[in-house]
């Protein structure tokens, strides 16, 4: 790399050695290159190097690199190496300049026989200086997410606290025991009902998501039957099922053994099927299919007769927010959080979730989890 030139010391200080010469290139690399006698002390330097320690050469061929570093662990293993003309390579060197100012330099150093050292390296104290701009950076944004949640959490709080009153007063004032309602008001309390149950849904799912938030990807791993977690959830559906005239039917082969988190396996199925219900005719049906697989696991699939999804959005519709631009789904309240839910929930699970649909006739999603290994 570097030859046809050799540098002459001043009376009384280091040399650089015979078996190291160096041309104009290695004066204008923009490498640090600088060479050491065995004692470790500087013999050569070139520009790149004396910029970076804001020391000139003369000054550095009257210092030993150990006198550059503080820490002391670090400088007796950098005087042994050199002293015993070990090699190495990619070693994080931290030295001090002039000013004070800590410089780090990655380094490689290849012994010269008997005569010194030479060491080659970079300049990383950028780097490290972005990456801990970067790091700051992170946790400035984790703590706005974190005020954000627990916002989002305290908000829907105080708004699902004054509906659960004012859904006492609608089913009570729709039972008839405040008087005889005409058929006309009867239908006007329907519409409140049915908008205060969307509002709730809404909600719910701004709470769940926040929950998550918070919660990141903790599991509560136990043995359970899938079957009665799908029974949990059809129950948790129920009464909206049978509000929209939607039948729910489950078709489980045997016994569905899993070793997963209840709760979050739970909430997965819920919001299937609440959007297989809600998105569904009236007088449709939703039949829940599963199967233990023959590798272990299990495989559940939700399908509905309802207004199905367009070939363009089968992947948009797994993302936060999204939300199916169609006339029907107006009608009902979402945060277009649901789904994005509960891929995640499954996918924390070790599997995922994967949908086939055909716009006007219905959806089929298929939950896939696989046995842990």
Do not use: W
């Amino acid at each position: 790399m570097c030859e046809d030139c050799s540098t002459t010391g001043l009376r009384g200080e280091p040399t650089l050695p015979p078996e190291l010469t160096l041309t104009g290139e290695c004066q204008a690399a923009p490498e640090i290159i600088f060479s050491l006698t065995p004692e470790g002390r500087f013999a050569y330097a070139n520009p790149a190097a004396t910029l970076l320690l804001g020391r000139s050469l003369e000054e550095l061929r009257r210092l030993r690199l150990a006198e550059l570093t503080d820490n002391g662990a670090e400088s007796e293993e950098l005087a042994s190496d050199i002293a015993l003309g070990r090699p190495f390579s990619g070693r994080q060197l931290t030295l001090r300049g002039r000013d004070g100012r800590r410089v780090r330099i990655e380094a490689s150093a290849m012994p010269m026989a008997a005569t010194g050292t030479l060491v080659i390296g970079k300049d990383v104290t950028g780097r490290e200086e972005q990456a801990q701009q970067a790091a700051a950076a992170d946790q400035e944004l984790r703590s706005l997410a974190r005020i954000k949640d627990d916002f989002m959490a305290m908000l829907s709080h105080e708004l699902r606290t004054p509906l659960t009153p004012l859904r006492i007063y609608l089913e009570v004032l729709l039972a008839g025991k405040a008087g005889p309602l005409t058929n006309q008001q009867r239908d006007f309390l329907t519409i409140c009902l049915k908008r205060l149950d969307d509002e709730q849904t809404l909600i719910g799912n701004l709470l769940d998501f926040s929950r998550l938030r918070r919660e990141g990807g903790r599991l509560c791993r136990e043995d359970i039957e899938l079957r009665q977690v799908l029974d949990q959830a059809a129950d948790a559906i129920g009464y909206e099922a049978k509000r929209q005239g939607v039948t729910i039917e489950m078709r489980l082969s045997g016994s569905l053994p899993f070793k997963g988190d209840r709760e979050k396996l739970c909430q997965v199925f819920i919001n299937l099927l609440s959007n297989a219900v809600r998105f569904n005719r009236r007088g449709g049906s939703v039949v829940v299919e599963g199967a233990p697989l023959p590798e272990g696991g299990v495989r559940v699939s939700v399908t509905d007769t309802g207004i199905g999804i367009s070939e363009t959005e089968l992947e948009q519709i797994f993302e936060h927010f999204y939300q199916v631009d169609k006339g029907l789904t107006r009608q009902s309240a979402g945060t277009g959080i649901g789904l994005s839910m509960a891929r995640h929930l499954a996918r924390l699970h070790g599997g995922d979730i994967t949908v086939e649909s055909k716009l006007g006739e219905g959806s089929t999603f298929t939950v896939t989890l696989p046995a842990r290994t």
